[in-house]
């Protein structure tokens, strides 16, 4: 028997805030995804752990979704709890010393709100993430970066409660970063992050914003579901370089296409399915490993049933 959460007692415990197979498409910047046992918004540390005391009474895991981008969702959904941080995680604080400003974030905290609030105010370091989707705390998971900036050169701390409840608050000297990876402590959730930041002269870094903004319009899709880039680009090269050569540019599958604007990115043209995506995803990579060698490594995390 597969297990289940005590469906009763986990209403009770977050009414309105629990969702019985939620539909993970409706949350997804792709708009692909099948239905998740149980979805639950919260809105502070205790919450988290109630949450975490009933998958554990049940023996099932817990999966925690920020804005949906970067992922993409089986289309037979998500065993287990989704756990989704409220609007009381995007909450931003201020804070200035000797050596420049503390700005500590919710980890649902949209990114693109915190560069245009830093920018606003006059705070240097995150410019190069205008436009790039999701959470501040999704942008930590795949250490965000473009245009030659990364979150891990700004981010001073992360705040989260581990796989036991404890709250830590854990600093830079022990953070691990990677390319488009972050070593996150298994079971640790990130509830927020403080970021340090040098002054600016805010007329220049709204125009650093703009070039970055028009660089990226002018080459990314517009208009259609995507979950942005889709491989991670191999050293001294780059991915939609090989999967346009690859001859695979405006290469469909179903309703999932390679964009014909940035071979790099897979879009949901007509009811897309995890299944059409994974498709080009294979087809990518092993049309690149027999024309170069080169292993495309994903840079979306797959996430759910995919058995």
């Not at 990130?190 to 080459?219: I, S």
């Not at 939609?240 to 897979?266: D, K, P, Q, T, V």
Request: glycine fraction near 12%.
């Amino acid at each position: 028997m597969v297990p289940r959460v005590d469906r009763q007692a986990i209403r009770q415990a977050f009414g309105q805030r629990v969702r019985f197979d939620e539909p993970l498409a409706r949350h997804t910047s792709f708009r692909i995804g099948g239905p998740v046992d149980v979805w639950v918004d919260v809105t502070d540390v205790p919450e988290i752990r109630r949450v975490r005391a009933f998958a554990a009474a049940a023996d099932l895991p817990v999966f925690v979704l920020g804005g949906g981008t970067n992922i993409l969702v089986s289309d037979r959904g998500v065993r287990g709890i989704v756990l989704h941080l409220g609007r009381t995680f995007s909450v931003v604080g201020w804070r200035a010393n000797g050596v420049g400003s503390h700005v500590r974030a919710g980890a649902a905290l949209m990114l693109k709100r915190l560069v245009t609030e830093c920018i606003t105010k006059g705070l240097a370091g995150l410019e190069f993430a205008e436009g790039i989707p999701g959470t501040v705390g999704g942008g930590l998971l795949m250490n965000a970066g473009a245009f030659g900036g990364e979150l891990s050169s700004v981010v001073e701390f992360i705040e989260g409660v581990d796989a036991s409840g404890a709250v830590q608050r854990v600093a830079r000297d022990g953070l691990r970063f990677g390319y488009r990876y972050f070593d996150l402590p298994p079971g640790f959730i990130v509830t927020h992050l403080e970021f340090l930041l040098q002054p600016g002269d805010p007329t220049a870094l709204m125009a650093k914003r703009n070039d970055a903004k028009r660089r990226r319009e002018a080459h990314q899709p517009l208009g259609y579901p995507n979950a942005g880039s889709i491989f991670k680009n191999p050293p001294h090269d780059f991915a939609g370089r090989l999967i346009e050569a690859a001859g695979l540019r405006g290469y469909r599958h179903g309703g999932a296409m390679f964009s014909e604007r940035h071979a790099n990115f897979i879009v949901n043209v007509d009811k897309a399915t995890a299944a059409d995506v994974r498709a080009l995803m294979d087809e990518a990579q092993q049309r690149v490993a027999a024309m170069t060698g080169i292993a495309l490594e994903p840079e979306i995390k797959l996430v759910g049933d995919w058995s």
